[in-house]
């Protein structure tokens, strides 16, 4: 039974795979926030303080990420025969748990169920196990040095491998997958 396991930390601001995925889940909703506040405020002063807010809180968000987590994420990857297994390396998994817990028990104290939910959600996604039957899609994109497989609606997982190890990654995902080779970076 062959196991290949690594860390890796990845910058967040720098990797274009996470800033993508950046851009759909929080681009996009703050994009129609401020499109819908401009559209429907009028010329009124108090469209450029709401957009002013919108940007203030993203701005407040990076500068988060920068000082808690150092504008990294620091992840471990395992593959067997099994299936994939990626799951936040144990000293940034403890930052998140304290950060979940405060975002559920303010989320409690405040009445707010989806921000419980956003801190549940966000712990139950600490580990994520992918078997390979499970794999429907995958794509290679060897200038970032990353593998996207993709399962259900719900699961994915990104492979951040290192200029070492891609290629071997590569290959043992090819031979552990039955799907068409149509599109990949042969």
């Known amino acids: 039974m062959e196991k290949i396991q690594w860390q890796i930390s990845v910058p967040i601001f720098r990797n274009t795979v996470i800033l993508k995925q950046l851009g759909l889940a929080i681009g996009i909703p703050f994009g129609l926030v401020a499109l819908v506040i401009g559209l429907s405020s009028g010329k009124s002063v108090y469209t450029l303080y709401g957009l002013g807010f919108i940007v203030?809180?993203?701005?407040?968000?990076?500068?988060?990420?920068m000082a808690v987590y150092r504008g990294r994420y620091e992840a471990e990857f395992v593959l067997d025969d099994?299936?994939?297994?990626?799951?936040?390396?144990a000293k940034q998994a403890k930052k998140n748990r304290i950060i979940n817990a405060l975002t559920v028990v303010l989320g409690l104290l405040s009445s707010k169920p989806a921000a419980v939910g956003a801190g549940m959600m966000a712990q139950s996604r600490q580990e994520v196990f992918l078997k390979w039957n499970r794999v429907t899609k995958v794509k290679y994109k060897p200038n970032s040095r990353t593998i996207l497989l993709r399962g259900g609606w719900t699961e994915s997982i990104a492979l951040f491998c290192t200029a070492e190890n891609y290629e071997q990654i590569k290959a043992f995902v090819r031979r552990n997958i039955s799907l068409p080779r149509k599109g990949d970076d042969r």
Request: charged share 10%.
């Open 82 to 89: 099994k299936g994939i297994l990626c799951r936040t390396q």
């Open 56 to 65: 203030a809180l993203l701005f407040f968000t990076w500068l988060f990420i």
